[in-house]
């Protein structure tokens, strides 16, 4: 599966964006897949996952709460709504899919075969 990820920008403090991951190929369906972000110096970490189905999902502690992952299977599209939105959520974030069908929720990068190009969100204090 192929991943665009979009919907990055600036936005102030206490501000609002979603991402957005469109995926090409009939594999999406039957994907888990993930955000991950990397803030500048540091490394990549996890921050959603949802499962194939969309019924499970999961969140880093840091944005939970507050970040909402979804998905829409019919228009092979991942959604990441994040809400009160902070400096430190300063990053580019990636979306990610599982390299094996119909698994369960995991944040380790190990587990996701295929990488979107990144979008970058800046939060100004």
């Known amino acids: 599966v192929q991943l665009q990820a979009s919907g990055g920008g600036l936005v102030q403090a206490g501000g609002s964006l979603r991402l957005s991951c469109a995926a090409s190929g009939r594999t999406f369906s039957s994907s888990s897949m993930g955000w991950f972000r990397q803030a500048p110096g540091k490394e990549r970490e996890f921050v959603a996952g949802i499962s194939w189905s969309g019924r499970g999902t999961d969140y880093a502690d840091s944005v939970k709460g507050r970040f909402t992952i979804s998905r829409d299977n019919a228009k092979n599209t991942m959604y990441l709504q994040m809400n009160s939105l902070k400096p430190e959520d300063t990053a580019v974030y990636y979306c990610?899919?599982?390299?094996?069908?119909?698994?369960?929720?995991?944040?380790?990068?190990?587990?996701?075969?295929?990488w979107g190009q990144g979008t970058l969100v800046t939060v100004s204090s």
């Open positions: 990610a899919a599982q390299g094996r069908p119909f698994t369960g929720l995991t944040p380790h990068e190990a587990d996701f075969a295929s």
